[in-house]
């Protein structure tokens, strides 16, 4: 029986450009495995939902967005629940990917508190976004708000979301087959996007995004 390879961050990054990611089955666990879903979620970054109840909780609630600020405290806030995916080898991983600017995280802020955030991989013109958390009403979609506004400022053609949940599908995550997902990761990973756009940023109002869509 041969050995299973190590997983590195190396390794990663290729599993990603060929369509397959790790999971583990608990965050006890030492072990991953590799998942590669028939039917995969994704955002389209031309159609996300902001439904009225959205813009206005933006709106009038001082919710503000930075990048890159605080990557270890969004894993862990992703982390941070009964059931969770995210074992010890993936926070290890995406950590070194995220000091290699790889691995990127998008974090809300509600005066001092951390509110909510997402973290993902980029490569090439696609976004894998691993997990989303929120402790306060409506935070992970602020995220994801943010996140794919500077998804599209900065050229990007595909947002990876894994799997469909009904969060998801009320954002405008829909599912494609396999072979589809496939073509369009093949196309993202061709593109040349703004590599400023994915530089940290400090605190940023969310309203002008907001006004912008109007």
């Known amino acids: 029986m041969k050995d299973t390879p190590e997983i590195t961050p190396a390794l990663l990054v290729q599993a990603y450009k060929v369509g397959v990611f790790p999971m583990a089955e608990d965050a006890q666990s030492d072990a991953l495995f590799w998942v590669d879903p028939p039917l995969r979620g ?7 939902h902001t439904s009225r ?12 967005a930075s990048f890159n600020q605080c990557f270890s405290r969004v894993m862990a806030g992703c982390a941070a ?11 290890s991983l995406f950590t070194e990917l995220h000091n290699q600017g ?7 802020w509600r005066g001092s508190q951390l509110v909510g955030g997402v973290y993902g991989l980029a490569l090439g013109g696609a976004f894998f976004g691993e997990s989303m958390f929120s402790i306060a009403r409506d935070g992970s979609k602020i995220a994801l708000f943010a996140l794919t506004n500077r998804l599209k ?5 595909l947002f990876d979301t894994q799997f469909l949940t009904p ?6 995550g829909i599912e494609i087959s396999r072979a589809r997902y496939h073509q369009l990761l093949h196309a993202a990973l061709q593109v040349q996007v703004d590599p400023m756009a994915l530089e940290p940023c400090q605190r940023y109002s969310l309203t002008q995004p907001i006004t912008q869509m109007s």
Do not use: C
Request: no cysteine; glycine share 6%.
């Open 42 to 48: 994704i955002l389209p970054l031309d159609d996300f």
């Open 53 to 64: 109840s959205l813009k206005k909780r933006i709106n009038t609630v001082s919710y503000e």
């Open 81 to 91: 629940r009964d059931v969770t995916w995210i074992n010890g080898p993936i926070t």
């Open 102 to 108: 790889l691995a990127h995280s998008i974090e809300i």
């Open 153 to 157: 400022q900065a050229g990007f053609t």
């Open 167 to 172: 969060h998801l599908e009320t954002l405008g």
